[in-house]
């Protein structure tokens, strides 16, 4: 175990830090072009809320993968990092003014819409630039992913996107607008799902809503199907990289296509949750009443998703070893919530002894803070401690 991590290099980084292992992000970008490519008219666009990180946006650029957008600043991300504008897609609830510029002036492929008045916004801006924006719509299709309450966004009870009963008299709205052009539909379920049994519900739905576009003679050409493919955090070695072929064939087996149909894909977390690990170091091993604590220099400002999602993430002593013993792992920030893991099983710790917390590469680095006064963590790629 201890040999996938170069912990000899290790040893002279600051902690906390972020370790990601590129030779498995790139086999898994394999896999994922593998299987994408086994369907002429799917497109995968990396989904860069998960981890914006530079080098690892630079290796998925390089795998040929479009960038999937929620915020100008990941428009600027993206672009830095070498994207083609022509391969961005820009989602979200609440773009403000600046962004929807941004977007218009850098040409991206299209604006995924989630309400009326964000299609009147876009197409004014547009129109003042004397431009016309692609669209696609983005439909509520109340569906709910078998995943944690907070990640799951397309039950009727979300925020995201535009109901289904009113997916026709938006349409006819967009159809008087000038400045912009419907090009597709737009979904999103929720994410961390691993029941293949969402995606196809998903897919259903589409066929239905496809139907009635085609009743009412309205063509679309692009389908986006969001993201949302979970990863094993329960067996981050045995199950590295997630099972892309059940993912794809899913939606070509249930997806009533026609020829011209393209569909797009918005992956995050399973491109880049398990090739990132939390290293951290053990400050205290402290002897409560009822229990013992591994007191470690990270916090939930590094890694804040067990505090935000109850999320499970497996944690290893590297540095030990010595029989497992239950520890409460948690960090020093000033909030009970501050905690990795209870009774983790893990090698007897001691002072200075380095802990992994493994499948943090989606969803963490970029979600950390400086609460506390804290530093941001570095990110460090097994090319940089070669
Ligand atoms: C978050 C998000 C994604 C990526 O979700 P993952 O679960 O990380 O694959 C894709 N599309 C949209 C619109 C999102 O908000």
């Known amino acids: 175990m201890k ?6 290099k290790f040893g002279s980084l600051e902690t906390p830090f972020y370790f990601y292992d590129t030779e498995l992000l790139r086999r898994t970008l394999s896999a994922v072009k593998a299987e994408s490519a086994r369907h002429s008219n799917f497109i995968v666009h990396y989904a860069v809320k998960a981890n914006a990180n530079t080098k690892l946006l630079n290796i998925i650029r390089e795998a040929g993968f479009g960038a999937d957008c929620v915020s100008g600043g990941e428009i600027e991300a993206a672009i830095k990092a070498g994207f083609p504008p022509q391969s961005i897609v820009f989602a979200g609830v609440g773009k403000n003014d600046r962004e929807i510029e941004l977007a218009l002036d850098k040409n991206i492929f299209c604006f ?10 876009i197409n004014e801006l547009a129109g003042s630039k004397g431009k016309t924006a692609n669209i696609a719509l983005r439909i509520n299709p109340n569906i709910g992913a078998h995943t944690h309450a907070n990640i799951t966004t397309g039950l009727a009870e979300n925020k995201f996107g535009i109901a289904m009963s009113d997916m026709m008299p938006t349409i006819e709205c967009a159809k008087h607008l000038k400045n912009v052009r419907l090009v597709g539909l737009h979904f999103h379920i929720g994410s961390q799902i691993l029941d293949m049994g969402d995606f196809t519900a998903l897919c259903n739905r589409i066929n239905q809503l496809l ?15 969001g993201g949302g493919l979970g990863i094993d955090y329960q067996h ?8 892309f072929k059940a993912y794809f064939d899913t ?6 296509l026609r020829e011209s149909h393209k569909v797009h894909f918005e992956l995050g977390r399973s491109i880049v949750g398990q090739c990132g690990t939390l290293v951290t170091k053990v400050l205290y091993v402290k002897q409560g009443t009822a229990k013992q604590f591994a007191i470690v220099d990270a916090g939930m400002t590094d890694l804040i998703r067990p505090a935000l999602y109850h999320a499970y993430h497996k944690i290893e002593n590297i540095s030990s070893d010595g ?3 239950p520890y409460d792992v948690v960090g020093p920030i000033c909030e009970s919530s501050d905690v990795f ?7 007897k710790c001691h002072r200075g002894d380095l802990i992994a917390i493994r499948s943090a590469g989606a969803y963490g680095e970029i979600m950390a803070s400086q609460y506390n006064c804290r530093r941001l963590p570095q990110g460090y790629t097994t090319e ?3």
Not at 236 to 243: S, T
Not at 341 to 347: G, H, L, R, T
């Open 3 to 8: 040999g996938t991590f170069p912990l000899d």
């Open 211 to 225: 139907t009635q576009l085609e009743q009412s003679r309205i063509a679309i050409e692009h389908i986006n199907v």
């Open 341 to 347: 893991a209870k009774q983790a099983e893990i090698n």
């Open 251 to 256: 939606f070509a087996k249930h997806l009533n």
């Open 323 to 325: 029989p497992a013993e």
């Open 236 to 243: 981050p070695n045995r199950v590295a990289v997630p099972d």
């Open 112 to 121: 995924n819409v989630e309400s009326v008045p964000e299609l009147h916004v």
């Open 384 to 386: 940089d401690l070669v």
